[in-house]
């Protein structure tokens, strides 16, 4: 019984989140005029999958109390890289995509590099970063275009035999390749720890510097991994900056609304997923619940600001006036 | 002579003097490739350009200074341009003479409520000023789209950014200096500016010292939403007229200018000085790789790389230790 109650209290962020994408989910189907069918899940998967892969990318140097605002650009830079490389036959694909992802754990291990051996701000560091990682994307797609394996395509933004979507499979595959050995390893705890308290981390002996490395390396990796599901979806590469940068922002909204602490030591990349899908589904119920286009971006922001500012809730419990400040 | 190297020492910091250096260095490499460098109109120019930035830069750095950051800038910015120019619009000659006030003024509203949300509610500001600039792009939408202001800049904000009434100085660096001054002043002369570094250093000892920490927060979002909201209109009034997204571009060279000018990203350590070298110093690199039509790919590398490696020349934190 008390197992219990701790596992609802450690998950509850990602419960909580969890059951708002439900509630929003169900809303959102019972308004649509043809209900839950394969097809409509797959375009719901299709666009949800995106954000909640970078989301889950975003997740990881937070639960250290980093930050990681390059996320976007490398999301973009898969993509270009992807229209590029990801053709041909079998062989060639595989190896295009190899070498997408090599990219992305590159440029994250680039962030990590500076951010431990250079001892600078995350943010910071990031920021610039996310600069350089645009450019060479742009250097590589001056104009939109190129093109992707078009059958690996197909198969994974349509649907699995049974009528599930493939996006959520791939979703799924990357929680149990990459969050779960991540959150079990002893790296993972440690990113934990490391983000509860720097100096009583160093004072137990974790290894802060590989911890941080590890971190955003996959931080990168995952981002890398969702630009090239970007490349499968649109079939092509586009050096954007406002698609990063929304990414970057709205990964960030998603890591919050998913329970994950911008403080860092608490959180998980679940609760980041359920995150992403209830940004999306917001924007999409008020397309269902017919309001005028014309409002819709305010009333998605003030949703999001709301949602965000529900963590003051946590104000009526503070007993001593000084835990305001922590 | 010692007590001359001593005020030297406690009077300079390596970020200025390496912004300087690299500033100094640019104009030289920039002279090379043409002669109009070093001329009084270009120099002159670029300051002008670089007094929106500094202006917006202002804002960014009272908030970084006590910890925090404000993401809401690009939508503020815009809202005091499209506010300053439906102004003039709506209300005939009245608006057009309070076009300036009544555009800072509603940035400054929404600076009231990224401090209240920020301050009162604790959410962190990095994420509560995100939402609060989605807030205000929906704002800006339903002006636009439902009512169909009036988006041409008056006399006034044309004036106030394109004009040089003052022995041929730019106007707007004019504001940008009085700006400056106001700053120097309250950061170092005022217990306000004291209590905003300290803060920055530690909240909870500034609240046990007896500082109203969250009105002193709540004061410098305003500020910074003020900020926001004039360089728009500074903006629109270059561009003769407001548009969607004008402030885009301005959020992260603000940003990086505070920190280039060796303010601390985590609050509580920065001058002003700083910051008016850092913008500079921004301004400067972004206008010698347009003119040496550096293709955008090279400019945002160029841009990215310059940044950290300047900052890992001065701006390195502490190793952790026990």
Request: proline residues 3%.
């Amino acid at each position: 019984m008390n197992r219990l109650r701790y596992g609802l209290l450690e998950h509850r962020g990602t419960l909580l989140a969890g059951a708002v994408f439900v509630v929003l989910f169900s809303v959102y189907i019972a308004n649509y005029q043809t209900g839950l069918n394969a097809a409509v899940a797959t375009t719901v998967a299709n666009k949800g999958v995106l954000l909640a892969i970078v989301a889950m990318a975003q997740t990881l140097p937070v639960l250290t109390a980093g930050l990681d605002l390059s996320v976007g650009m490398v999301f973009v830079l898969a993509n270009c890289i992807a229209s590029a490389v990801v053709v041909g036959s079998p062989l060639e694909t595989a190896f295009g995509i190899v070498v997408v992802l090599a990219a992305g754990l590159a440029c994250g291990l680039l962030n990590g590099l500076v951010i431990v051996y250079g001892r600078l701000q995350p943010i910071i560091t990031t920021l610039a970063t996310g600069a350089i990682y645009y450019g060479l994307a742009l250097w590589l797609r001056p104009v939109p275009g190129g093109d992707i394996n078009s059958d690996l395509a197909d198969a994974l933004t349509g649907q699995l035999p049974g009528g599930i979507p493939s996006m959520l499979a791939v979703l799924l595959a990357v929680v149990l390749l990459v969050w779960v050995p991540f959150r079990n390893s002893v790296t993972g705890r440690a990113a934990l720890a490391v983000g509860s308290s720097e100096q009583a981390s160093y004072m137990s002996g974790i290894p802060i510097e590989r911890v941080k490395l590890v971190t955003y390396a996959l931080s990168g990796l995952l981002a890398a991994i969702a630009g090239l599901l970007l490349t499968f979806v649109t079939y092509s590469g586009e050096a954007s900056s406002s698609i990063g940068g929304t990414y970057t922002l709205n990964s960030i909204a998603a890591v919050v609304i998913g329970g994950t602490s911008l403080m860092g030591g608490y959180g998980s990349a679940i609760g980041s997923i359920f995150g992403a899908f209830v940004l999306r589904t917001i924007g999409d119920l008020l397309f269902v619940l017919d309001l005028d286009p014309l409002w819709q971006p305010l009333f998605q922001g003030m949703i999001l600001l709301v949602a965000v500012s529900l963590s003051a809730l946590r104000l009526l419990k503070i007993r001593n006036r000084l835990d305001l400040f922590s | 002579m010692s007590a001359l190297v001593v005020a030297l020492r406690r009077h300079t910091n390596p970020a200025i003097l390496t912004a300087i250096g690299c500033i100094i260095a640019l104009l030289i490499a920039g002279s090379f490739y043409s002669a109009n460098f070093l001329s009084p109109d270009y120099l002159l120019q670029q300051l002008q350009v670089a007094s929106f930035l500094g202006v917006v830069a202002t804002g960014a750095m009272i908030v970084i200074l006590l910890g925090h950051i404000d993401l809401s800038v690009p939508w503020v910015m815009t809202l005091g341009g499209m506010m300053a120019t439906a102004s003039a619009g709506w209300w005939g000659d009245v608006g057009t003479a309070l076009a300036i006030p009544f555009g800072v003024a509603c940035g400054a509203v929404i600076g009231l409520v990224n401090g209240i949300g920020v301050a009162y509610l604790r959410v962190p500001s990095m994420i509560f000023t995100l939402g609060m600039n989605a807030v205000v792009q929906g704002l800006v939408v339903v002006h636009t789209g439902g009512f169909a202001p009036q988006d041409r800049a008056t006399e006034t904000m044309h004036e106030l950014s394109t004009g040089r009434a003052l022995f041929g100085l730019p106007n707007a660096l004019l504001l940008w200096a009085v700006l400056a001054v106001a700053m120097i002043f309250l950061l170092t002369r005022t217990t306000f500016g004291r209590k905003v570094y300290a803060i920055g250093n530690r909240e909870k000892a500034a609240y046990l010292s007896g500082v109203d920490t969250r009105f002193v927060v709540l004061v410098c979002f305003i500020i910074s939403g003020a900020m926001s909201a004039l360089a728009g209109v500074l903006l629109a009034g270059y561009a003769t007229k407001a548009y969607q997204a004008m402030g885009d571009a301005y959020l992260l060279p603000a940003i990086a200018a505070v920190v280039l000018g060796g303010t601390n990203i985590l609050g509580g350590r920065g001058s002003y000085a700083g910051t008016i070298v850092g913008t500079i110093l921004i301004t400067l690199l972004q206008s010698i790789l347009s003119v040496m039509q550096m293709a955008e790919v090279g400019r945002q590398i160029i841009y990215g790389t310059v940044i950290i490696l300047m900052l890992l020349t001065y701006g390195r934190g502490a190793k952790t230790q026990a």
